[in-house]
């Protein structure tokens, strides 16, 4: 996050020099606010969203969740602009709609094993999330810390996050584990 930060401000103090030493001027503190509140939403709670969404969801869930944005952009344009479409846009927006509702309503389901795996973020005491703390806690808050899996073995509706990254036999090809 620091340094998708650190190029944020860099790049943005090189396009002010860069656009001083064209005679161009600031513009008022009302467009300034404007620009920074569009950049703030736009970029930066988009950038951290996505990182959050890569680690609970995978890289391919969080590409097709994100992917859908311009459609967003669309609809928007489409509703307060009165913006035109064409046949293209309706049937790529249909196409969209279907891979979403299709990864939504995935049930995938099947006995699966979790293999050891020591590693922090988020998390509930539930089946995945079965250790003890060094103090009172019941574990149905939402709570952060480093803690160590144990080798599991069981079958439940899933879909691939971070606790289900595993092998399956019908694969053509086998993936390589990842490290969290």
């Keep these: 996050m620091f ?4 190029k944020g401000l860099f790049s943005g103090f090189v396009s002010i020099v860069i656009a001083l030493n064209w ?7 009302l467009t300034i606010s404007h620009a920074l509140l569009v950049g703030f939403i736009g970029y930066g709670a988009s950038l951290v969203l996505f990182i959050i969404a890569l680690r609970g969801l995978g890289s391919g869930r969080t590409g097709a969740y994100f992917s859908t ?21 309706w049937i790529a927006s249909a196409l969209m709609i279907l891979g979403v509702w ?10 699966h094993t979790h293999e050891a795996l020591s590693h922090s973020h988020s998390h509930i005491h539930d089946e995945h999330h079965q250790h003890t703390h060094d103090f009172q806690w019941d574990g149905k808050e939402p709570h952060t810390h480093h803690h160590i899996h144990e080798i599991i073995q069981h079958s439940h509706v899933h879909y691939p996050d971070i606790h289900h990254r595993h092998d399956h036999p019908n694969k053509p090809f086998k993936e390589k584990p990842r490290q969290d």
């Design 23 to 29: 005679g161009l001027s600031l513009p008022d503190w």
């Design 69 to 89: 944005a311009p459609f967003i952009g669309a609809v928007i344009a489409i509703l307060f602009f009165h913006e035109s479409t064409s046949l293209a846009f």
């Design 102 to 111: 299709l990864h939504l309503n995935e049930q995938h389901e099947h006995l």
């Design 3 to 6: 340094i998708a930060g650190a």
